[in-house]
């Protein structure tokens, strides 16, 4: 996946003001957390293509994952 997708969902995320830190997985992944929860770059590169890189639409994709 192009790193300008990333970057795109991760200036998203900073201008919703949603704070976020990352980490490198086990297999050398990089894992962005968000309120505690861990996502993958490309869950994060989904939410910003449907435009939900929002406290609602990550709510709501997590509802989503967990069912």
Same mark, same amino acid.
């Given at each position: 996946?192009?790193?300008?997708?990333?970057?795109?969902?991760?200036?998203?995320?900073?201008?919703?003001?949603?704070?976020?830190?990352? +980490?490198?997985?086990? $297999? &050398?992944?990089?894992?962005?957390?968000?309120? *505690?929860?861990? =996502?993958?770059?490309?869950?994060?590169? +989904?939410?910003?293509? $449907? &435009?939900?890189?929002?406290?609602?639409?990550? *709510?709501?994709? =997590?509802?989503?994952?967990?069912?």
């Amino acid at each position: 996946m192009p790193a300008r997708d990333i970057t795109l969902a991760l200036t998203e995320l900073a201008k919703a003001g949603i704070a976020f830190t990352s +980490e490198v997985g086990p $297999k &050398g992944e990089k894992i962005y957390i968000i309120d *505690r929860i861990r =996502l993958r770059e490309d869950e994060l590169i +989904e939410l910003q293509s $449907k &435009g939900a890189l929002t406290r609602d639409g990550l *709510r709501q994709y =997590l509802v989503d994952r967990a069912a």
